[in-house]
């Protein structure tokens, strides 16, 4: 009896290990989302976005509201530029009021989560 109860809690933690690992997933069809941009004045300037890409940066991509840089960093969000070579700028991504772990390449889109660019400096 205790073997079965030890391959079960086994097989129960392995599972749960491998859930642990995987992204959440999209659900499917258009979501619509909203994202705050906050300028480098501090003011701050709320969109709203409907989509069907998996990724906030896929869906802020296709709707050309932010650029690339070939290395990957969002460098314009808004029509506004930070310039990180210049004066330490960058566009920071907050997730539900956190400091963002992902970029948002990374970032799956999720019903009622609240996504926000900040203009930062590196100091």
Do not use: H
Not at 88 to 93: E, K, P, R, S, V
Request: glycine share 10%; with cysteine; charged share 20%.
């Amino acid at each position: 009896m205790k073997k079965i109860f030890f391959a079960l809690a086994l097989v129960s933690a392995l599972l749960l290990c491998a859930a642990c690992g995987q992204a959440p997933e999209r659900p499917q069809g258009e979501l619509a989302f909203a994202l705050t941009v906050t300028y480098e004045d501090g003011s701050a300037k709320d969109f709203t976005f409907a989509s069907e890409k998996a990724t906030l940066g896929e869906a802020l991509l296709d709707a050309g509201f932010v650029e690339v840089a070939d290395n990957g960093v969002y460098v314009t969000v808004d029509g506004v530029t930070a310039d990180f070579d210049k004066d330490g700028a960058y566009w920071a991504l907050y997730i539900g009021g956190e400091y963002a772990m992902t970029g948002p390449g990374e970032t799956i889109l999720q019903p009622d989560t609240a996504y926000e660019f900040r203009y930062e400096k590196w100091s």
